[in-house]
C-alpha cells in the first residue's frame, strides 16, 4: 500500500446555492504527479485553496499531509509549498532578497539558505542576475525561480496552479524537468493547467468539470476508457458537458 | 521572533528602496509645516473698509482717521451713497462699510446720541466678526473720548475696565496653535494612509495569498507591517519637530520625552486604524476613500481648526471618539504649555485604549483563511 499525502473524502465548498467544489473525492500518493485538470471555472482554483488552508471547506474531509483541512492549517503550511496562478514573488526585491525571505518565513537556517541560494543560482543559470529586482526579469525565469522558491523549504507536497500559463514552449519544456526533478527528490507534485500535453507528463490525472471529478486515472488508462487518441481529445469528451460557462 | 525577522528586513528594503516615500520622509514634514501655519492664519490684519460719510464734519472726519490709524483697517474708498459702497462688497473689494449718516455731528452733540451703519460681508466668516468686532472696539473708544461723554463723566455710571493677558501664547499667535497641531496631522497621514495602503497593495498584486500559504503567524505578519511605519513615523515626527524650532522656534516647553511618549502611543492607534481598513478593502482605490473619509471628519472634529469647546455638545462627545482630538489636545499641551504627566495622564490612557480596540479589531478581522 502506497503512502497516500493527500485524502480527499466529499470535500464541498458552495457559496450560497452555488457548488463550486461538489463532493470531490480522491487520493494522491507520495512522490507522485497527479495532475489536475478542468475547465475555467470548473472549480479546480477553489479545491486547491482548500487543500492549501487558504479557504475553509462547506462540508466533506481532506488530509493534507497527515493534518485535517478544518483545524490544523498551520500545521499543513508548514509541510507544503504553493505557487499561485498570479506571480507571485516580490518584484521589488532582487532574486537573493526573495529566496532569503520565503525560506527564513518557512524557517530554513540561515547557513542553509545561503548555501542552498547559491546552489540555485548555479542550477538556474542566475549568476548574474541575483542582485536584479525579480521584477526586471523575463517571465519565463520569474515562474522557475517562483518553482525554486516554492520547493526551498523541501515541502511534502507542492501545490501549481497553471504555473506556465503564458510560458514558451521551451521554457516549459525546462518547468517540467523542474517538476521531474523534485518529484524525484520524494516531493508530491499536484498541478493544475490547461495544457493537455503537460497533462501527458502527470502520473495521473483528474478532470473537474462543474465542480465534480469526472474522470481520475494514469493518462493511457484515460484515453483507453474513452477511445481516444489524445488527452485533447479525453478532454473535449467530458468538457462538453459542462453547463457552466467561461 | 526568527522569522518576524525575516519580515522586517523583507518590508524595510521593500520600503527604502522606494525613494518617493525616502524623499517624502523629509519633503512632507518640512513643506507642511511652513504652509500649513501660513494658509491657516486666522488673524486678522487688514480689513477692507468703505466708508459713506454723509455728514462730512470735523467728527466724522476724526472717527474715520482714528478707523484708518488703528493699523488694522484699509481705507479703500469713500463712496458717496450706501448704494455704491454696497456695489464694492458685491465686487468683492471690501469687508465692512461704514455708513455716518448726514446730522453725525449735531446729533451728537445736541442729543448725546447717533446711530451709525455697519455692514459686513459675511461670506469670509471670521474675517467679518473679527473686522466688525475691530470696528465696534474703535468706534467705543472713539465714542469715550467725545466731548459730550468726557463732561459728563459724572453721571456716565462707573467703568469696570478689564486688560488681559494671552498666556501659553502671549502674542496670540496663530501659528503658535497651528504648528503642533500639524505635527500631529503628518503622524495621522503617516498611520493611517501608509500602513492601509501598503497592506492592499500586497493583496492587489496577490503576494498576500502567498504569505497566507506560508506558516507565519498573524500576529508576525502584524508586526512586519506595522514596525516600519511606526519607525518612519517617529522619524518624520523627529524631523517635524526640528524644523518647528528652525522655521519658529518652537521647542516643546515640556518633556521631550513625555511628548516622544505620546506620539509612540498615538502611533499605534493610528497604525491599527490604517490596518483595519486594509482588512476591509480589497484594492488602493477602497483604502484611500475609506481613509480619507475617516481623516477628514477626525481633522475636523479634534479641535484642529476649531476648538472642541465650542463644539454642540454631541460634536463634543463624538470628538472625543477620535484619537486625533486626544494627541492634538495633549501636544498643545506639551509643547505650549509645558504640562506634565500629571496633567496628561487621562489622555493616555484614551491613547491606549484607541490602540487596543482598533489593533484587536484589525487582528481579529485579518483572516488568513477564508
Redesign the interface.
Known amino acids: 500500500m502506497e503512502e497516500k499525502v493527500i485524502i480527499c473524502k466529499e470535500l464541498t465548498k458552495s457559496f450560497g446555492d452555488f457548488y463550486a467544489v461538489n463532493k470531490i473525492s480522491f487520493d494522491v500518493n507520495k512522490g507522485e504527479i497527479f495532475g489536475f485538470l478542468g475547465a475555467n471555472g470548473a472549480g479546480k482554483t477553489t479545491a486547491m485553496r482548500m487543500l492549501c488552508g487558504l479557504s475553509f471547506p462547506t462540508s466533506g474531509e481532506a488530509t493534507v499531509a497527515g493534518f485535517n483541512v478544518y483545524k490544523q492549517q498551520d500545521s499543513i503550511k508548514k509541510n507544503i509549498g504553493y505557487m499561485s496562478q498570479k506571480f507571485s514573488l516580490y518584484e521589488n526585491l532582487t532574486v537573493l532578497e526573495n529566496i532569503s525571505f520565503f525560506g527564513g518565513v518557512y524557517g530554513v537556517r540561515k547557513k542553509e539558505i545561503k548555501e542552498r541560494s547559491e546552489e540555485l543560482i548555479q542550477t538556474l543559470g542566475l549568476q548574474n542576475e541575483t542582485k536584479k529586482l525579480v521584477g526586471e526579469l523575463p517571465l519565463g525565469w520569474k515562474q522557475k525561480l517562483a518553482f525554486s522558491v516554492a520547493i526551498f523549504h523541501k515541502p511534502k507536497i507542492v501545490f501549481l496552479d497553471e504555473p506556465t500559463g503564458g510560458v514558451d514552449p521551451l521554457t516549459r519544456r525546462q518547468f517540467w524537468d523542474m517538476i521531474y526533478k523534485a518529484a524525484d527528490e520524494g516531493i508530491t507534485v499536484f498541478v493544475t493547467t490547461h495544457y493537455m500535453d503537460e497533462a501527458e507528463y502527470c502520473n495521473r490525472i483528474s478532470i473537474m468539470v462543474d465542480g465534480r471529478v469526472e474522470a481520475l486515472d494514469s493518462p493511457g488508462k484515460l484515453k483507453e476508457r474513452f477511445s481516444a487518441d489524445s488527452m485533447d481529445e479525453v478532454f473535449y469528451k467530458l468538457a462538453r458537458g459542462a453547463k457552466r460557462g467561461e | 521572533m526568527?522569522?518576524l525577522?525575516?519580515?522586517l528586513?523583507?518590508e524595510f528594503?521593500?520600503i527604502l528602496?522606494?525613494k518617493t516615500i525616502l524623499a517624502m520622509m523629509f519633503v512632507m514634514p518640512t513643506v507642511q509645516l511652513i504652509i500649513f501655519p501660513l494658509a491657516m492664519d486666522f488673524d486678522v490684519k487688514s480689513v477692507n473698509v468703505s466708508v459713506v460719510d454723509n455728514d462730512h464734519s470735523t467728527y466724522s472726519r476724526s472717527l474715520i482717521s482714528k478707523i484708518g490709524s488703528s493699523g488694522f483697517f484699509k481705507m479703500i474708498s469713500s463712496a458717496s451713497s450706501y448704494k455704491e459702497a454696497l456695489k464694492s462688497i458685491e465686487s468683492g473689494k471690501s469687508d465692512v462699510v461704514l455708513e455716518i449718516p448726514a446730522g453725525f455731528e449735531r446729533n451728537l452733540v445736541r442729543e448725546g446720541s447717533q446711530k451709525l451703519g455697519l455692514s459686513v460681508d459675511a461670506i469670509n466668516g471670521s474675517k467679518a466678526s473679527i473686522g466688525g468686532y475691530y470696528l465696534n472696539a474703535v468706534i467705543a473708544d472713539f465714542n469715550a473720548g467725545l466731548d459730550v461723554n468726557l463732561k459728563n463723566r459724572n453721571t456716565a455710571s462707573q467703568k469696570i475696565e478689564v486688560t488681559f493677558s494671552n498666556w501659553f501664547n502671549p502674542l496670540a499667535m496663530y501659528k503658535y496653535n497651528v504648528v503642533p497641531a500639524v505635527l500631529v496631522l503628518l503622524l495621522t497621514l503617516i498611520g493611517g494612509f501608509m500602513t492601509a495602503l501598503n497592506i492592499v497593495r500586497e493583496k492587489e498584486?496577490?503576494?498576500i495569498?502567498?504569505?497566507?500559504?506560508?506558516?507565519?503567524?498573524k500576529w508576525e505578519f502584524i508586526l512586519g507591517k506595522l514596525i516600519p511605519f511606526w519607525v518612519i513615523g517617529l522619524i518624520v515626527f523627529t524631523v517635524g519637530l526640528c524644523v518647528c524650532f528652525v522655521v519658529y522656534g518652537i521647542f516643546p516647553k515640556g518633556n521631550i520625552l513625555l511628548l516622544y511618549l505620546f506620539a509612540i502611543a498615538y502611533l499605534v492607534a493610528l497604525l491599527g486604524f490604517g490596518l483595519l481598513i486594509s482588512t476591509y478593502s480589497n484594492n488602493q482605490v477602497q483604502a484611500m476613500f475609506i481613509a480619507f473619509f475617516f481623516m477628514v471628519i477626525f481633522m475636523l472634529m479634534s479641535g484642529f481648526f476649531t476648538s472642541t469647546d465650542s463644539m454642540p455638545h454631541w460634536a463634543r462627545v463624538l470628538s472625543e471618539f477620535t484619537p486625533v482630538t486626544h494627541f492634538v489636545k495633549v501636544d498643545r499641551m506639551i509643547i505650549l504649555k509645558g504640562s506634565g504627566w500629571n496633567d496628561v495622564k487621562t489622555e493616555f490612557f484614551y491613547l491606549l485604549c484607541f490602540g487596543a480596540v482598533l489593533n484587536g479589531w484589525a487582528i481579529w478581522n485579518y483572516k488568513?483563511?477564508?
Open positions: 526568527r522569522v525577522g525575516f519580515i528586513r523583507k528594503r521593500q528602496r522606494d498584486i496577490g503576494t495569498e502567498q504569505i497566507n500559504v506560508t506558516p507565519i503567524k488568513k483563511t477564508s
